[in-house]
């Protein structure tokens, strides 16, 4: 403490803010993903190179073969709604 | 999270649970994520509630999901009753439950680490049933 001698006094003060301001992050296609280890070659693309497999990945994605998922949420307070959100934006690069 | 074959990953559609009242799709996975508001659904959600209240039959047949719910220990008597009630009735209904229903409560110290945990295990489980729903055309 700077002042020893301090004793607690109470202040109220106002804030605004903005009421029902919701953004949704979602992933950039564009930007470099964070890759953690290696990947491994599919089964079914063994004859192919790593980055053969990597580039049909991404060719599959863009022709839109990911697979459907259906997120909802019943949310009054947001926390619901949030976490729906997550797991929105996290599905597409779940197991790329 | 890393699985060992390249999977193309999902794509999400997401909306109000009063959205999917009448047409719940078998043909994809579904994630659910509520609450109850002293018992009772969510302003989004009450229309769902009592279109699956009002089922007699298997008509929820097809429908793989799974469910997290958001719930408060503050409100004893009513602690995830309205989440604990939809996977109840889904599953009474004929769908399929991908994973354990998730339960977080807000009034603990672990609500986004129950959250964080659930995801996982949800994430691990649709890498594994999730390709069976897509069209490929292989």
Redesign the interface.
Same mark, same amino acid.
């Given at each position: 403490m700077e002042d020893p001698s301090y004793t607690v006094e109470l202040k109220q003060s106002l804030t605004i803010k903005p009421d029902g301001f919701y953004f949704h992050a979602t992933p950039r296609a564009s930007a470099p993903a964070l890759v $953690?280890?290696t990947?491994? &070659? &599919? %089964?079914a693309?063994q004859s192919q190179s790593k980055s053969d $497999?990597?580039a049909? &990945?991404r060719d599959? +994605?863009k022709d839109? $073969?990911?697979? %459907? =998922?259906?997120? =909802?949420?019943?949310? +009054?307070?947001g926390?619901?709604?949030a976490? *729906?959100?997550?797991? &929105?934006? *996290?599905?597409? !690069?779940? !197991?790329? | 999270m890393l699985t060992p074959a390249p999977h193309p990953g999902f794509k999400a559609t997401i909306s109000t649970l009063d959205n999917a009242v009448g047409h719940l799709p078998t043909s994809e996975p579904i994630v659910i994520i509520t609450a109850s508001f002293e018992g009772e659904p969510a302003d989004n959600a009450g229309r769902f509630v009592e279109w699956i209240k009002g089922m007699h039959g298997s008509e929820m047949q097809g429908v793989a999901f799974g469910l997290f719910g958001c719930g408060n220990t503050d409100w004893v008597t009513t602690y995830q009753r309205i989440p604990k009630l939809i996977d109840r009735v889904l599953v009474e209904r004929g769908a399929e439950r991908l994973v354990d229903l998730g339960e977080g409560n807000a009034a603990g110290d672990s609500f986004f680490e129950a959250f964080d945990s659930w995801e996982a295990r949800l994430w691990e489980t649709l890498a594994e049933v999730g390709l069976p729903f897509a069209h490929c055309p292989e």
């Open positions: $953690v280890g990947k491994t &070659a &599919a %089964p693309s $497999v990597h049909s &990945a599959s +994605n839109g $073969v990911k697979v %459907p =998922l259906h997120v =909802l949420y019943g949310s +009054n307070t926390s619901s709604e976490f *729906a959100q997550r797991i &929105a934006s *996290a599905a597409s !690069g779940k !197991g790329e | -």
